[in-house]
């Protein structure tokens, strides 16, 4: 069965490092989203791409995290320089239409400690 | 600006019983709705998704309603195994956005 590739499953950084994901998505699924899901909550959207263009960073916090699909294949999340309040688990997930009537996939996610 | 709720945020109940989680949202302008399930520490696992024009999905002992009327979706498990204890998440799908309930945290006591 298809999956939602993730990597790291784990990173554990100090504060002000840089620290990267990576994702690969479904072969064949047009849009790819992130998401931070901090302990006790739901995942809350970070930015979804469609192809290689971003759809939605509304949520981003653009002054330390970045996004990339240069491809439109796999995708990279970059945090520099990680805080604290970083710490949370960073889900992809991948559908093959964009939201709307496809299953959403996720990965297995990376959970990211900041000391 | 769409809200999603679900109640209770924990359970716990005993082997073989039946069981409803609960999932609100505020605004009934829904294209779908998507149930999962996560693990601890895991990532999320699609369970059942409800296209806005239907009504019910089953698969096994899952079966999800929607009424958009109300606002409302439930996901009912039937005969509950230990295996069945995970966080359930709903997960509203609306103009191009995804919006998550918290979860409902379920323990099925052996």
């Known amino acids: 069965e298809a999956e939602v590739a993730q990597s790291p499953r784990y990173k554990i950084t100090e504060k002000s490092q840089a620290v990267a994901f990576w994702c690969d998505p479904i072969?064949?699924?047009?849009?790819l989203y992130w998401y931070r899901q901090i302990l006790g909550q739901g995942p809350e959207l970070l930015v979804q791409?469609?192809?290689?263009?971003?759809?939605?960073d509304s949520q981003l916090p653009k002054d330390r995290f970045s996004a990339e699909r240069l491809k439109g294949v796999d995708s990279t999340l970059k945090i520099q320089p990680a805080e604290l309040g970083d710490s949370a688990m960073y889900l992809c997930?991948?559908?093959?239409?964009?939201?709307?009537?496809?299953?959403?996939?996720f990965g297995a996610g990376s959970r990211l400690t900041v000391l | 600006k769409q809200e999603v709720t679900q109640i209770p945020a924990a359970l716990s109940v005993p082997e073989g019983e039946n069981l409803v989680l609960n999932c609100s949202f505020t605004?009934?302008?829904?294209?779908?709705l998507q149930w999962f399930r996560q693990d601890p520490g895991k990532g999320l696992t699609s369970l059942l998704l409800?296209?806005?024009?239907?009504r019910e999905q089953t698969s096994g002992r899952l079966n999800a309603s929607l009424d958009k009327s109300s606002g409302r979706s439930t996901l009912y498990i039937a005969a509950s195994q230990p295996g069945d204890s995970a966080t359930y998440l709903c997960?509203?799908?609306?103009?191009?956005?995804?919006?998550f309930g918290k979860g409902t945290r379920l323990h099925i006591l052996p």
């Open positions: 997960a509203v799908i609306a103009d191009d956005k995804i919006i």
């Open positions: 791409f469609q192809d290689e263009s971003v759809v939605d």
């Open positions: 997930a991948s559908s093959s239409q964009g939201t709307g009537a496809n299953v959403l996939t």
């Open positions: 409800i296209q806005s024009s239907q």
């Open positions: 605004d009934s302008a829904i294209y779908n």
């Open positions: 072969s064949g699924h047009a849009t």
